[in-house]
């Protein structure tokens, strides 16, 4: 530190008596960094993973999805949505999430999740991204979803969405359901 920085740092310290004092007399020891690194790298690791994920979900890329995940991967769904709920394995659901929005994203524009990190810690990342759909009348919707996804020994092993409006998400697939049964 410069002559400068002390000079300013003991002047804010007299002016700011209040003021948190700066611990320069307990070193860091190289195993205390090297565990910080660690962690960091993990955090790292998994928020690189988790972005891998949602590309292979919007690529529909189903082998590269399986390599991220768990065998005993479970999801948590909110329970107001028709394939809402909790659910183990690998095995697509033939209500589940996939089977429902598929035919809602013909186009690529539809498949974007615009995923956006918004914290990683440890083995939990919490991801921001949109689920987006178009119905073939053209009705379309655009929601925001929270994610929380945990992972272990670097594979994803569970994930809980949380829908900021799952009311609208509800009533497009209703609309939906509506369009595709009438001729």
Partial sequence: MSNGHWIILTLAMWVFPGMPRPVFSQGVSKSDCIGEVAMLSKEQENSKTILAIFRSIEERNNAQFQSYIQLEFEI???????????????????????????????????????????????????????????????????????????????????AQMFYFDTAA???????????????
Wanted: charged share 25%; no cysteine.
């Fill in 76 to 158: 948590h769904w909110p329970l107001s949505l028709p394939y809402g709920g909790a659910f183990r394995g690998l095995e697509p659901q033939p209500h589940g999430w996939g089977a429902t929005w598929q035919p809602l994203q013909p186009t690529e524009a539809e498949r974007k999740m615009d995923a956006k990190i918004v914290a990683a810690q440890g083995d939990d990342v919490v991801v921001l991204w949109h689920q987006r759909g178009r119905t073939p009348k053209g009705d379309s919707l655009d929601e925001e979803v929270l994610g929380l996804y945990h992972f272990r020994e670097g594979k994803l092993a569970r």
């Fill in 169 to 183: 998400v509800a009533r497009f697939l209703a609309k939906m359901k509506e369009q595709s049964a009438v001729p």
